[in-house]
């Protein structure tokens, strides 16, 4: 079973819209691990339908390593982004990791991302699933 780790981190909106729509698209057919920077944001992942999920920078390290695919706001690879909760052993953890990794084009401090749309949080996560989802998980790259 392919392993999808989605990681967030203040209130963990982002992931927990992600997992929502992850989980009506796929049902039981993957395994989605919540990965928060905090407690509080892999509690509301797991509201949302993850089958397991951690807290904290090791958590974060140790099963990043083993995901199949990383889902997240581009934060999630820029050390001390999200006000300092993605540190710097997190962000190069996340960025080694062999895992294919789908990052969400989301405003950071400091950081302009140029061509890139305006395109809501839902647009997103559907083009997400309908344009990359299939490929990824089936190893087609």
């Known amino acids: 079973m392919k392993k999808i780790c989605i990681i967030d981190g203040q209130g963990g909106g982002i ?3 992600a997992i929502k ?3 009506e698209y796929l049902g039981e057919s993957v395994e989605i691990i919540a990965l928060g920077t905090n407690a509080i944001a892999t509690a509301q992942m ?3 339908g993850a089958n397991k999920g951690a807290s904290g920078e090791n958590a974060i390290i140790r099963t990043s390593s083993n995901a199949d695919l990383i889902i ?3 934060g999630i690879i820029i050390a001390n982004s999200m006000m300092g909760e993605v540190t710097p052993n997190i962000a190069e953890a996340i960025a080694n990791s062999p895992a294919r990794k789908i990052l969400i084009p989301l405003t950071q401090e400091n950081v302009t991302i140029l061509g890139v749309s305006n395109m809501p949080l839902p647009h ?5 699933i309908n344009l990359h ?3 990824i998980l ?3 790259k």
């Open 72 to 74: 997240g706001p581009i």
């Open 138 to 140: 089936s190893d087609k």
């Open 15 to 17: 992931g927990g819209t």
């Open 21 to 23: 729509r992850l989980k």
């Open 133 to 135: 989802i299939e490929n």
């Open 124 to 128: 997103l996560i559907d083009e997400i």
């Open 46 to 48: 797991l509201k949302s």
